[in-house]
């Protein structure tokens, strides 16, 4: 019988075309099923609702990056991210439906001194604000003037609040600015904390020239100076003499920040405000006035407390200055003034 069976079989060159074929056939099978596997994926309704703004987001970060490239000058402020990784507020680095969903509930309040000829700034400033700054949310103005009776109410919308406080009219213009970080630190101590969760603080002389809403908010806020931005710290107005209580020495701080616009938790700008009135009654004491007065101070304060978030130059911005193609949005203006004029 030895031998026999062999002969039954076919050839072996048959045997293996008939492997090859049946493996052929097999991965064949295998392919149409993966593309069947993915075809199932994809038919996967897969939603994603803000995949534009994704996209939209993700091509800003590497233009922005681009641009950090060409730029000859310090281009930390350009950043979307500062050393403390505390971010950067840019155009096109956050997706505004997503936070405003997050701040449902958040009263915002904007604190602002209107006093004697500035006055005259209030109801543009208000009724920009109606336009551009929070829309949607909760809003209380805080508004102190010397002149509560002149003030004329913007037309505004539901959940907007006006408040009109008295305050007194300080003769020198330095001291009717500085007597803001006084009042902060009575009202973020004793009112504000029962009625708002965060505090913008803003000059009056300013108009909401586009979106201005919640992707400002943080803990502490600052703006970067918008004159002063591409600027190396050592070109920075901080106050340089160390009798003041804003001194800042050389080689420390890391953006100059603009005291037209900042913010933050209530409780933060209750520190923040009486570090600055303690700093401001200290230099008086002295006979002393720091630089640029209450935002010496302020920028001192923010050097050795680093703000939790930084808004970017679109944040102020006055269009006499240079590096306008920087800012793809203008956000918040300084009103043209005849300093003449508003002198008091
Ligand atoms: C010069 O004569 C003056 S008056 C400089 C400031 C003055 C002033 C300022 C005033 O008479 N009344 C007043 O309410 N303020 C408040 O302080 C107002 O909110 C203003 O926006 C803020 C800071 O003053 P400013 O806007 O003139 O400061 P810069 O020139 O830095 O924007
Ligand atoms: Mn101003």
Redesign the pocket.
Known sequence: MHGTWKKMLPPRSYVIWTLVVFIVFLAGLCIQNTDRVFQAKQEQPIVFPDRLVEKSIELEHCERKLLLNTVKKRTMALNVLSTWLAPIIWDGTYDINVLNNQHNETRIGLF???????IR?LLPFLESAERYFMVGHKVTYYVFTDKVNDVVKPKMAEGRILQLHDVAADQR?QD??MR?METLTVFTKERMPKEIDYLVCA????VFNDHVGVEILGDLVATIHPALFLFEPEGFTYERRPISAAYVPHGQGDFYYM??LYGGKVDEIYKLSMACHKGIEEDKKKDIEALWQE?SHLNRYLVYNKPTKILSPEYIWDTDLPNGEFIKRKRFL?VR?N?QE???
Do not use: T
């Open positions: 602002v001194f209107a006093v004697k000829k500035y700034f213009w009717v600015s803001r000059d009056v002389d300013m005291a037209a935002e300084a003034k300093h508003v002198r008091n």
